[in-house]
């Protein structure tokens, strides 16, 4: 997984409760993004960052933020979960200056918001 | 109507197939095209990259890129069990849109031996 981890792997939480995910890179890539599966909806773009403390919005981030403190740690907190926001999230790098535009993703995360 | 439409099956061929997975797409400004196979409960991984139109090949594994019809396809010829995956098209237009990956849904397909 090109040298990324998150954690947790799995979670289950309640509707209201706050919610952080964390993403961890060891490529020292300048470009970090947060997505959602869901099935018919392919992947979405949530946040993404292009250095520390530089981030984004993506095309779904109503409900989420992010931090960027570090260069190998990119955070997504879901402020007060609700039940729309269960899903898989996969966190993803890239490393400008290839001449190419392509990501590379972390296991996911998959959450569950009852 | 959105920016990539991909047919996401299911699937299903025997061993030894040739497998055709295709993409559409709106947006004229996309330029890299990328095809990623993710197996069940794992994370995307990049298969085939293609800038702008034209081929590429890679083992058994041919991305082709028409830019005037607007539409992608990935061609898997002796298609293995192993090949059996969800596949989803992506692309973006670069340059002050880099790092927008617009993606399909997402094809699955299961080779039977």
């Known amino acids: 997984d090109a040298g990324i981890t998150q954690s947790p792997r799995h979670k289950v939480t309640e509707t209201g409760t706050p919610v952080t995910l964390r993403c961890h890179q060891t490529e020292n890539h300048r470009y970090m993004y947060w997505y959602r599966q869901d099935p018919g909806h392919g992947l979405r773009l949530i946040h993404y960052s292009y250095g520390v403390k530089d981030t984004d919005k993506g095309e779904v981030s109503d409900g989420y933020s992010v931090s960027r403190s570090k260069t190998e740690d990119f955070l997504l907190t879901l402020e007060s979960a609700t039940s729309s926001q269960t899903s898989v999230y996969f966190c993803?790098?890239?490393?400008?200056?290839?001449?190419?535009?392509?990501?590379?993703f972390g296991p996911g995360t998959r959450l569950t918001v009852l | 109507q959105k920016e990539v439409e991909q047919d996401p099956g299911p699937l299903s061929v025997p061993e030894g197939a040739i497998v055709s997975l295709n993409c559409t797409y709106s947006n004229s400004a996309f330029q890299y095209f990328m095809w990623y196979r993710q197996y069940s409960r794992k994370g995307p991984e990049l298969l085939m990259y293609t800038y702008s139109s034209g081929n590429k090949e890679d083992g058994r594994f041919t991305a082709q890129v028409d830019k005037s019809s607007k539409y992608i396809s990935l061609f898997i010829r002796d298609s293995q069990p192993s090949d059996s995956a969800t596949y989803l098209c992506a692309m973006s237009a670069g340059g002050t849109s880099y790092g927008k990956l617009t993606f399909g849904q997402g094809t699955i397909l299961t080779v039977h031996p």
């Open positions: 993803a790098i890239s490393a400008r200056g290839t001449r190419t535009d392509t990501q590379y």
